[in-house]
């Protein structure tokens, strides 16, 4: 099955940016359309981007304008370019492929934490 290793997470300001990836052991056409998903304490996991095969992107409301997601299936990575963060936008950042029916996800990689201060 296909591994996925999330990183670019870190401590930022608020106003700041931070681009992630996600990079995948195989991939990632096959998966079809991909997301970044968050993940905060007592909260579930919520999808904030998504990014079909052709391209087209979805975001949350409180990430659109600041958040781009891309992908590059040649090289099997996924972004999450985001500006402007927010102290709202602290979480764990997972990248996975959109699941409609909420069970059919690759195994979830670690994550990588972004928090946000100030």
């Known amino acids: 099955q296909v591994q996925l290793v999330e990183s670019g997470g870190r401590s930022v300001r608020s106003g700041g940016a931070l681009i992630l990836t996600c990079a995948a052991s195989g991939s990632i056409t096959s998966l079809g359309d991909m997301g970044w998903y968050r993940q905060t304490p007592g909260k579930q996991r919520e999808l904030v981007a998504s990014i079909s095969t052709d391209e087209r992107r979805e975001y949350i409301d409180s990430v659109k304008d600041r958040f781009h997601i891309s992908r590059y299936d040649a090289r099997n990575t996924l972004y999450l370019q985001m500006a402007r963060l927010r102290p709202e936008d602290t979480g764990v950042y997972f990248c996975?492929?959109?699941?409609?029916?909420?069970?059919?996800?690759?195994?979830w990689g670690q994550g990588t934490q972004v928090t946000v201060s100030g």
């Open positions: 996975n492929r959109v699941s409609k029916s909420g069970s059919d996800f690759v195994t």
